[in-house]
């Protein structure tokens, strides 16, 4: 079955460790994206790549870093420099014609 | 600048027409998304809309006016399940997918 998988579903982590979010998908889906979701908001964009090795920096990149070397996988990391990096991430791909973006079921992040 | 806005919460009956509104100020658009939301879910889709005009899918209707940076989720014959959180995004010409901070819906009996 195609689709997109985020692991793991719930991720605990000291404070000034770094952190690497997985994200595949078998969609042969060109677009990928990185979000946000703080409890009670919606989503913030962090990076999205439109092809292997390109990215750009959404709207708030700070902290974060990616790397796409592979169309089938686009990683997050939550760095140190991340003030605060409890949150909800959600990674979503989409063909270049985008009439859907198909989300994974997301890695709920904790920093102690 | 980008800006997306949708209400924050509304509240509706059960059986009743609920429409969510959503107006968008973008870098170019490509097209305009409807996701649903449950509480601690990834969201789902809903709906697309590139051209003016409303799209209907089953109980979900969505439309887009874009000379008026305006679209609205029009949900008919509401039940308890539809109780979420909606999603309004805009997928500019940059190839960025921006959301809106969604729409709170609570359905009442």
């Known amino acids: 079955d195609g689709g997109i998988t985020q692991s793991p579903k719930y991720l605990f982590r000291k404070e000034g460790q770094n952190v690497t979010l997985s994200c595949e998908q078998n969609l042969n889906h060109d677009a990928m994206y990185w979000y946000r979701q703080d409890p009670g908001q919606g989503l913030r964009l962090i990076y999205y790549?439109?092809?292997?090795?390109?990215?750009q920096k959404g709207d708030i990149a700070e902290g974060y870093s990616v790397s796409r070397e592979k169309k089938e996988s686009f990683p997050l990391t939550v760095t140190s420099a991340q003030k605060n990096p409890t949150a909800f991430y959600l990674c979503?791909?989409?063909?270049?014609?985008?009439?859907?973006?198909?989300f994974g079921q997301g890695t709920r992040l904790t920093v102690v | 600048g980008q800006n997306i806005d949708q209400p924050t919460e509304m509240t509706a009956t059960e059986g009743a027409i609920v429409q969510i509104n959503c107006t968008y100020q973008t870098s170019g658009f490509n097209g305009l998304f409807w996701y649903q939301q449950h509480a601690g879910e990834a969201p789902t889709f809903l709906s697309y809309?590139?051209?003016?005009g409303l799209e209907e899918k089953g109980r979900f209707s969505s439309f887009l006016s874009r000379s008026k940076g305006y679209s609205y989720l029009l949900l008919k014959e509401l039940q308890m399940k539809d109780s979420a959180s909606y999603l309004c995004a805009v997928y500019n010409q940059g190839g960025k997918l921006i959301f809106g901070q969604g729409t709170e819906l609570s359905v009442k009996p």
């Open positions: 979503a791909s989409s063909g270049l014609r985008v009439v859907e973006a198909f």
């Open positions: 790549s439109q092809i292997v090795n390109d990215f």
């Open positions: 809309n590139v051209l003016d």
